[in-house]
Structure formats: C-alpha cells, structure tokens
C-alpha cells in the first residue's frame, strides 16, 4: 500500500511539474478555382476556421469555402476544439486567385468531397461496380430446380447498358464442372460463355483441375480474360496457365487483380494433383503482400481486389454486413493482408453466402454457389 501511495504522489508530481506540451494542429491546404472558390482541406479536433482576405480583418465560418474577387489574397487557420489537446493551427501559405480562365490539363483537388474539382469544376468521382461469380458448377442450362446463366446474362448486360458506373466482373473459382453441358467439353462451353459477358479474370478453383492440368493451357489460350492463381506451382515452376495478376483500367483508374487458390490440393484427383503444388500459409501472404505492393507502387494501381477460391464456412445474410474476428479468419485468410494491403475480397469454395467485415473494414464476399447469389460491391 505504501509504495502504490508514493507512485501516485509522484506521479501527480510529475504531472504538476511537467505538464504536458500541447500538440499544434496541422497547417491547413488552400487551392482556388477557376471561378475565385477558395477551398481548403478539414483538419481533424477543429471547431471552426479563420480566414484573412487581404489585410481586412479575421472572419470565422465553420464551413471550407469562400468566394473571391479577382486578385484577392486569402490566408486559413484551424482553431482548436479545445480539447486540452491542441493548440490552433498556423496561417496556411496565401493565395492570390490570379486567373478566371479553366485550367488546362487539371491537376485535381476535392478538399471539400463535393466530388468535383475544386479548381476546374469537373466529376473526380468515379462509381466502379464490381462483381464476382463463385462455384458455378457449369450449371449453363435451365433445370427445373436450377436457373441457367440466360438470366445471368441479361441482368449483366442490362448492368452495362447504365453510363453511370463502370463494372468489373470475377470469379472466384469452380467456374466448368458439375454439368453435362460443360463437362463434355471440359469447360470450354464455360469459357465462351466467360468471354461473352466479360469476365476480367477467374481465380482457378479445385475443380478447374478435375480433367488434370494439361487442358487448363488450351482453356487459358481460348480465354479472353487471365486465369489468376499466384501460389500455383507446376512441375517445380509457377504455371503457365495462370498468371498472379492482372490489371484492369476504368475511367482512367487502375485497379490491381490478385488470384489465388486456398488449401485445397487434398481434394484435386490423385490422377492429376502429381506436379501441382499450392502454395499456403504465411508463404500465400507474402506473395500477396509483394504483389500488391508491386501493383500499387510499379504499375500504379488506385485500388486491389483479392479474388481467393476459399472462404469462411458458414452462410450469414448476404444482403448485410457481419464483422467477424481475425480468429474467425484464421484459417483460410490473414488479415494482415488487409492493413493497406487488399481493398476488397471475392472468395469462394465454401459454397456460403456472406458478406462479411474484417478487423481493418476490408469486406469479403461470397455468394453460395451453382448461381444462386452474385456477389456486387459499388465502390466510390
């Protein structure tokens, strides 16, 4: 009892002696529009702001924007919530609105998240539709029990008919066996059909091994989208069926497609797993990390997509959003992958229907199988 009495009389000392140094909130950002809208960007534990037009006297205003007169100067500082925290912020660095003409070859600004430029006046909102299909199962044609994929197909091309979003269509695996119609084939029927809604690339799936590895080639070349798997190894090397990513460029974004295959080699035929490795675990999460660091630092990638043939086991509503632990993940995805890493995951195999939450707000998708979910996220 004595000692945690002195720790606390010195603690309350220290306190009393040293007080705590407040820390500045941050300078904010100013830019002006064509049009003299001065914009500035929000600054976090702020009540309201100050701006000096000229030399005239300080104005408050809780809002980021003021309209200027040609060749009037504005300065902006953050005023402090008075938290205890923060003491208000500097002046920004002034700015004269010099021109009413629009600028040419725009480099954009949203400080206010209008979604229009604050200096030219154009959309810098882009709307992007992605889609996945999972576990399809070759399931073509109308049964009396099972809706083929003419459906599938109107809703999809009616999708593309709106100009006001732009789509891009996955899937996460098992797209060619469990149906007459496509079996016969090995899969080929599938794939034209793939080819003809515009698929931007399949994560393999188990059963896309089920006739052996050598008719995935003469599938990939008849394919008019990549085949994805980034921890498929083949006779010792990385498979030439299948590549780690791809890109795919909307409205002049560049969005990064990473594939993969989960655990599942055990459940490929003995007569054709022979020469196939999968490679999982913390390997798999490397190989992602790299990938996405390579797609976002060398080929300028704004937003990735994971597409996984594996999946939470169990079916929760897919028309809301479920938070589930990183436990809960534990042992078909690693959750690192989504701290900076991952944006978005379509995932499969498990055959459930989910839309599902991870510890850093990434969202994981899946939707059941043999075509009875779609899987859609809108993204801004």
Known sequence: VCVLWALIVCTSLSGCLNPEK?????????????????????????LYYVYVIDDNAEKMTVGRTVRLELNQSIKVKAVSN????????????????????????????????NGKCDLCGESVKIELTFMSINDLHGKF?????????????????????????????????????????????????????????????????????????????????????????????????????????????????????????GDCL?????????????????????????????LRNKEDCKFIVYTIHDGYGESLSPTSVTALSKSEFSNYYDTSLSDGYIDLVFEGHTHQSYVVKDDYGVIHMQGGGENRYLSRADVS
């Open 22 to 46: 407040k820390e500045k909130l941050p300078a904010t950002e100013v830019v002006i529009g064509y049009d003299g809208t001065a914009t500035w960007s929000e600054i976090e534990n702020t």
């Open 82 to 113: 008075d938290s205890g925290l923060y003491l208000d912020s500097d002046y920004s660095e002034v700015r004269k609105y010099t021109s009413s003409e629009k600028p040419v070859n725009c480099t954009h600004a949203d400080n206010d998240s």
């Open 141 to 261: 044609m109308d049964t009396p029990s099972q809706s083929g994929v003419d459906e599938l197909t109107t809703y999809l091309k009616n999708l593309y008919a709106d100009d006001a979003r732009e789509e891009v269509l996955l899937s996460a695996g098992d797209m060619w066996q469990g149906s007459v119609e496509s079996s016969t084939n090995k899969g080929r029927l599938m794939t034209r059909w793939m080819n003809e809604v515009g698929f931007e690339g399949m994560a393999l799936g188990n059963h896309e091994f089920d006739w052996g590895a050598d008719v995935l080639k003469p599938n990939s070349e008849q394919a008019e989208f990549p085949f994805l798997a980034i921890n498929v190894k083949y006779n010792g090397k990385p498979a030439d069926f299948c590549q780690a990513s791809t890109v795919v460029e909307r409205a002049g974004i560049k969005i990064g497609v990473i594939g993969a295959i």
């Open 266 to 294: 055990g459940s490929v035929s003995g007569e054709f797993s022979g020469g196939l490795e999968f490679i999982t675990g913390s390997a798999l999460t490397r190989l992602v990390k790299d990938e996405a660091e390579r």
